[in-house]
């Protein structure tokens, strides 16, 4: 490891070890790698800002660019690699090819701290964009399956039990819309962490007078992060990150949870394509959803992961290990959940619907029992609760009887009201019929905003596509600003390298 911090005859005088090394310091080269763009892209920034406070001189200036600028050519990765991999890694390959004399400028004013702080929030900010893309991309696959099954009837679950019927497409919608406040929480997760660190040190700022605004928009923060101790030690949109990111991974387990379920032999409601299952080794029949499998299992580890989050940057504030590691959590709970969401677009959009097993099932289990009570109610005129119980005392003796909803008579209404309220209803057949049947029961619904009613399935996808197209809106908006700082950071460079 090349270490420009850590010389062996200054303060320390042994070399690190080996497993301190690989673990911590400066950390597995897996995880720097993640930052190797942030440490170059702070080392451009930081060095412009010190030739414009005239701390360094053009002459300087240019031989630090001009190597950053050869270490481009030889490959970022490769020669950080090469260099240990650590925030200074720059400032080593510096040294070792203009010479001490030029690249031990390169660090004035600037901490480990800064460094760190800036780059989880300068890759988290990169990050988003593509976050969001496969949220909606996830969000419009589920919207045109939706969009097939407006009239797709179903049952619909309350505590593992038939509780009222809705259509495949409405249950979709549901789903969308809990994908859909991800990605407002993404957006909202971006302009958090749009206040740069860059320029705080490790907690205090410097003597010099580098201007924190200009590497923030170098760098494309929004601002600068106020109080420098805080901007070092924000541990809270740390946790506002992994929170955000949980969140999304829980909602795309609970959609695993249900597809796992619904692939079950017992149910068929659905299958899933070829390309998101395996088989047996030993019983050739089989098909198991190995896609979910992994969701439901790696999304469990994932949500575990965030307890012991917590509990780390809950230690004291300035430490080193929850600045260092919290991020590193984060990188990879990103990895999971964009891949999460793909595998979920993937499989939503190729599945086959059983829509003769959804139908055939969506009025049993008397699925349409409170439809039965409303029409009592209306027709009978009487209390709501009173034709509560009037249907509750049928169901029981129905289920008792091995009776289904289609064997249900006026007369059989009558009987109980007059038992419970004293007086028949005189409903009739017609009524029955339907307050029982599934499709129509979708229909009646048609005044209620948002409910499956065909006519309002068709106006939430809508409006769910109106909320898609303004939300990749935004997302181009933010990754085409990030893009412009990359550009003015490359066209200040190339101005100080060609004066």
Not at 139 to 154: C, E, K, S
């Amino acid at each position: 490891m090349s270490d420009v911090v850590r010389q062996v005859g200054a303060r320390l005088t042994g070399q690190v070890d080996p497993l301190l090394q690989k673990r911590f310091y400066p950390g597995p080269i897996s995880n720097l790698r993640r930052s190797y763009t942030a440490f170059h892209s702070f080392d451009k920034a930081h060095t412009i800002a010190l030739l414009e406070a005239d701390l360094i001189t053009p002459e300087i200036a240019r031989a630090i660019l001009a190597g950053l600028r050869r270490m481009e050519g030889e490959g970022i990765e490769v020669i950080r690699d090469r260099m240990g991999g650590g925030r200074h890694s720059g400032e080593a390959f510096l040294t070792e090819t203009i010479g001490a004399e030029y690249a031990g400028w390169i660090n004035v004013g600037r901490s480990s701290g800064d460094l760190d702080a800036m780059s989880w929030r300068f890759n988290l900010r990169r990050r988003l964009p593509a976050l969001l893309m496969r949220l909606n991309d996830l969000r419009g696959g589920l919207l045109d399956v939706a969009g097939q099954h407006t009239t797709t009837i179903m049952p619909c679950y309350s505590i593992g039990q038939h509780a009222q019927c809705t259509s495949f497409g409405h249950m979709l919608l549901s789903w969308e819309a809990m994908f859909a406040r991800d990605a407002q929480r993404a957006m909202a997760l971006h302009g958090e962490t749009g206040g740069s660190p860059t320029g705080s040190g490790i907690m205090t700022g410097s003597p010099f007078p580098i201007s924190r605004q200009r590497t923030a928009e170098l760098l494309g923060f929004d601002t600068v992060q106020i109080n420098t101790r805080d901007a070092v030690v924000n541990l809270d949109t740390l946790m506002h990150a992994h929170s955000v990111i949980a969140i999304c991974i829980s909602n795309a387990l609970s959609v695993a949870n249900d597809l796992y379920l619904w692939t079950m032999t017992e149910f068929k409601y659905l299958e899933l394509h070829d390309s998101y299952c395996s088989t047996s080794s030993i019983m050739p029949q089989k098909k198991n959803s190995w896609a979910l499998a992994w969701i439901r299992g790696q999304a469990s580890l994932a949500i575990g992961r965030l307890s012991g989050v917590f509990t780390l940057l809950k230690m004291e504030s300035d430490g080193l290990e929850d600045t260092l590691m919290a991020p590193w959590q984060l990188y990879e709970a990103m990895d999971e959940v964009e891949d999460m969401l793909a595998m979920l677009h993937g499989m939503v959009t190729t599945m086959t619907v059983n829509v003769e097993r959804l139908a055939s099932l969506a009025g049993h289990g008397w699925t349409q029992a409170a439809d039965i009570a409303a029409m009592i109610m209306v027709k009978g005129h009487i209390p709501w609760r009173d034709a509560h119980q009037i249907v509750a005392h049928l169901v029981r003796e129905f289920v008792d009887a091995g009776k289904s909803p289609e064997d249900l008579l006026p007369a059989d209404i009558d009987r109980l009201a007059e038992q419970l309220i004293g007086r028949p209803v005189s409903v009739t057949k017609e009524d029955i019929g339907n307050s029982i049947d599934p499709l129509q029961s979708l229909y009646n619904r048609g005044h209620v905003t948002g409910s499956p009613a065909p006519a309002q399935v068709a106006a939430q996808i809508d409006a769910a596509r109106s909320r898609i197209a303004e939300d990749h809106d935004r997302g181009e908006a933010n990754e085409a600003a990030l893009a412009e700082a990359a550009k003015r950071l490359e066209e200040a460079v190339d101005a100080i390298i060609g004066a």
